[in-house]
């Protein structure tokens, strides 16, 4: 399998320093090469040592500059770009933000800010219409809140109910869908959405899938979650969308498990389950196809 990352210490030239990053970002062309002057139309664009982050129009009748950064990623912040790669692969590799500022010396409000953008951009990325499933494929199908207070301790989070599907199938293709409630035309709508008619649909007795056969056109088959997430008679199982809730869950912090938030983390992990060996070049794919 390959690995969803390169090592770091392969990686490190990378972000070793400014020049390096810049060096990097236009051969990836996120960052953009510019070839004549877009004001004047004659003159050739050029970097000098000088001013390495400036396009400079040689024509001297214009000498218009223009920077490296316009239009990326990058334009406007206030962290060196190879900061922002050594932010965002040490995100890619699962380290949460503590790790992150202790490791980069940034404080908590820049490790925050910046782990936030690189979630928007990868959600950007993610297709909203994705259907799993299709004639024999087993599709596990849940819904699981996040946001909940155990025992009414603590600081008050609004809950968020999530419907979720994952295919029992190599790829495990999922979706995730926030919804504001358990009944059965809000959970029918989106399985209509993102379940292929012919799957093999598990669920729980919840009432809320009462009819999914004929709603769907799919095989539904139950387990009885009181007695456990496998039914070892009939053999339905809700055991991988069980694992999908505590792996999606254990990477984001109860503050965020709110409406505020919860689109952008659930997208991230879609995001990471597409992108499955292969989170580098995905990332890098988001910088150079994402406009600013």
């Known amino acids: ?33 510019r070839d004549i002057c877009p004001t004047c139309g004659i003159g ?66 820049t490790i925050t800010t910046y782990l936030r953008f690189c979630r928007e951009l990868v959600a950007a990325h993610v297709s909203q219409d994705e259907v799993i499933g299709g004639p024999g494929i087993v599709v596990e199908v849940d819904e699981s809140k996040f946001g909940r207070r155990k025992y009414h301790r603590g600081h008050r989070v609004e809950g968020v109910w999530v419907l979720g599907g994952v295919e029992r199938t190599e790829k495990r293709r999922v979706f995730l869908v926030p919804v504001p409630d358990r009944k059965t035309e809000t959970l029918v709508a989106v399985l209509r959405h993102h379940v292929a008619p012919g799957s093999i649909v598990h ?48 990477g984001i912090a109860p503050r965020h498990r709110c409406k505020a938030f919860i689109a952008e983390h659930l997208a991230e992990f879609i995001w990471r389950r597409q992108n499955e060996g292969n989170l580098w070049d995905g990332f890098i794919r988001g910088l150079r196809e994402t406009q600013y």
Not at 4 to 21: G, H, K, M, Q, W
Not at 220 to 236: I, P
């Open 1 to 33: 399998m390959p690995r969803s990352l390169p090592l770091e210490r392969d990686i490190e030239r990378v972000y070793a320093n400014e020049t390096a990053t810049i060096d990097y970002l236009l051969q990836e062309e996120v960052l953009y090469s």
């Open 44 to 109: 050739a664009m050029k970097r000098y040592q000088s001013r390495p982050k400036v396009w400079l129009c040689t024509n001297k009748a214009c000498r218009k500059g223009f920077s490296i950064f316009a239009d990326s990623f990058f334009a406007g912040n206030r962290v060196k770009c190879h900061d922002l790669l050594r932010i965002a692969y040490k995100w890619l590799a699962g380290q949460n933000y503590t790790a992150i500022m202790r490791q980069t010396g940034h404080d908590s409000k």
């Open 203 to 250: 669920t729980d007795l919840w009432r809320g899938y009462s009819g999914l056969a004929d709603a769907l056109g799919v095989h539904h088959l139950t387990v009885n979650h009181s007695q456990g997430f496998r039914d070892h008679e009939t053999g339905v199982d809700t055991n991988t969308i069980e694992g999908t809730w505590a792996g999606i869950k254990i």
